[in-house]
C-alpha cells in the first residue's frame, strides 16, 4: 500500500486560503488517482476533489466548485488542494486518498480509494 502524510492544516478566518499537501511514499505515485475527502462535526465523510494520474482529470463537489483547486506533481509525490474563499462550513477533518488506477483516464470515485492518510484539521472562524 502507498503511504500518505497530509500536512498544511490549521485556523483560518472566513475569506482566507489554506493549502494543504499529501506527501506519498512506498508505490509508484503516477499509478495512482488521488483525491480529498473531509468529514465535518456529525456528518458522513464526503470526497471533495479528485484527480487522476496525470493530473489532467479533475472532479470537484458543488460545494467547492471554483473555490478549491486539487493538482499534483508526480515528481514529488505529492498532491495539493488549494481552498480559497474559505467558508465556516468548510471546517472538518480532511484526509487525503489515493486508489490504484494506472494510466486511468479520468479521477477514482468514491468506492475506489484504498489507501488513507491519518487527515489534518481546518477550522474556518467566521
Known amino acids: 500500500q502507498v503511504q500518505l502524510v497530509e500536512s498544511g492544516g490549521g485556523l483560518v478566518q472566513a475569506g482566507g486560503s489554506l493549502r494543504l499537501s499529501c506527501a506519498a511514499s512506498g508505490r509508484t505515485f503516477s499509478d495512482y488517482g488521488m483525491g480529498w475527502f473531509r468529514q465535518g462535526p456529525g456528518k458522513e465523510r464526503a470526497l471533495v476533489a479528485a484527480i487522476n494520474w496525470s493530473g489532467v482529470n479533475t472532479y470537484y463537489a458543488d460545494s467547492v466548485k471554483g473555490r478549491f483547486t486539487i493538482y499534483r506533481d508526480n515528481s514529488k509525490s505529492t498532491v495539493y488542494l488549494q481552498m480559497n474563499s474559505l467558508k465556516p462550513e468548510d471546517t472538518a477533518v480532511y484526509y487525503c486518498?489515493?486508489?490504484?488506477?494506472?494510466?486511468?483516464?479520468?479521477?477514482?470515485?468514491?468506492?475506489?480509494?484504498?489507501?488513507w492518510g491519518q487527515g489534518t484539521q481546518v477550522t474556518v472562524s467566521s
Open positions: 486518498a489515493a486508489a490504484y488506477a494506472p494510466y486511468a483516464p479520468t479521477w477514482p470515485k468514491t468506492g475506489d480509494f484504498g489507501s
